[in-house]
């Protein structure tokens, strides 16, 4: 398996919409984001578009991955990612704004099973006024 093609084919279904259902085939049952409790992939899923609906034509728009599939020939779609994403979106009609995630991801068999993710400085103080609003 071509983990790098995989990957981008999940964030085109992320770009999509996310649609439900559409990160069956990327995501486990039970995937950890951070130090999460297990996630349906449902909950996975509701967590991405709560973000899109935080913002204006959100795009995911990978500028670097970093492939180390398993060596080991009995574990076809093991192996680990590491991924610069910057997120472009419009706060203002005409006037794009963007941050950037660093995410690590750990695959088994073909699906993600941890993701532990990074944000930017612009990033997190979008994180923070999101859990400001929250509250």
Not at 42 to 48: G, W
Not at 76 to 97: C, H, M, S, T, Y
């Amino acid at each position: 398996m071509d983990l790098r093609q995989h990957y981008l084919d999940y964030i085109s279904a992320i770009n999509d919409g996310c649609r439900p259902g559409a990160l069956d085939p990327f995501v486990h049952e039970g995937v950890v984001h951070n130090d999460s409790q297990p996630l349906s992939v449902a909950d996975y899923a509701n967590n991405i578009t709560e973000a899109q609906a935080s913002f204006s034509e959100l795009r995911f728009n990978v500028e670097m991955i970093v492939a180390e599939p398993e060596l080991d020939g009995d574990k076809e779609g093991d192996g680990n990612l590491a991924v610069r994403i910057k997120l472009a979106f419009r706060q203002r009609p005409g006037q794009e704004e963007t941050f950037c995630e660093h995410v690590f991801y750990r695959f088994e068999a073909g699906k993600i099973r941890r993701v532990w993710s990074m944000l930017d400085g612009a990033g997190s103080k979008w994180a923070e006024a999101r859990a400001n609003a929250r509250k």
